[in-house]
């Protein structure tokens, strides 16, 4: 299950296997996988969850990366710097979020200026990964029936 960050090698691919394919079967795909970044193993259950975080979470970023390259350049910013800065930004905190212990919410509170309404943007969020979850579910059924 590639994601659209596998187009430059940087996806976060979720997979499954069947219980009863062997070990090349599994290597073979981990192969294939690597090819597009990284992936993780998940159980069959969890696949729906897996795509509307993986498959479909580059929805829920991309508009916020689109917003901040616009307020940059109409702050005066460069288009190419602020889009430069806008993808450093998010390489950055995906790998903060990934090499260090602490919680999103204790990164958070190492900045000191926080001007975002952090409910709301949950809010948003929540609904968007929901919306995906019952998309993949009705997907699913569609495809089983």
Same mark, same amino acid.
């Given at each position: 299950?590639?994601? +659209?960050?596998?187009?430059?090698?940087?996806?976060?691919?979720?997979? !499954?296997?069947?219980?009863?394919? #062997?070990? @090349?079967?599994? =290597? $073979? $795909?981990?192969?294939?996988?690597?090819?597009?970044? @990284?992936?993780? /193993?998940?159980?069959?259950? !969890?696949?729906?969850?897996? !795509?509307? &975080? $993986?498959?479909?979470?580059?929805?829920? $970023?991309?508009?916020?990366?689109?917003?901040?390259?616009?307020?940059? @350049?109409?702050?005066?910013?460069?288009?190419? +710097?602020?889009?430069?800065?806008? =993808? %450093?930004?998010?390489?950055?905190?995906?790998?903060?979020?990934?090499?260090?212990?602490? +919680?999103?919410?204790?990164?958070?509170?190492?900045?000191?200026?926080?001007?975002?309404?952090?409910?709301?943007?949950?809010?948003?969020?929540?609904?968007?990964?929901?919306?995906? &979850?019952?998309? &993949?579910? %009705?997907? /699913? #059924?569609?495809?089983?029936?």
């Amino acid at each position: 299950m590639p994601n +659209t960050p596998s187009l430059v090698g940087a996806g976060m691919n979720a997979w !499954c296997i069947a219980a009863d394919a #062997d070990d @090349e079967a599994e =290597a $073979l $795909l981990r192969e294939m996988l690597d090819v597009w970044g @990284e992936s993780i /193993e998940v159980p069959e259950s !969890c696949m729906n969850a897996a !795509c509307a &975080l $993986l498959a479909v979470g580059p929805t829920y $970023l991309f508009p916020v990366i689109d917003t901040l390259i616009s307020e940059a @350049e109409d702050a005066g910013m460069a288009t190419e +710097t602020a889009r430069r800065a806008a =993808a %450093g930004l998010f390489a950055g905190v995906g790998d903060l979020v990934a090499q260090t212990e602490a +919680t999103p919410e204790e990164l958070k509170q190492m900045i000191s200026m926080q001007p975002l309404d952090d409910e709301a943007a949950a809010a948003v969020f929540r609904e968007a990964y929901q919306k995906a &979850l019952a998309g &993949l579910r %009705g997907l /699913e #059924d569609k495809l089983s029936s």
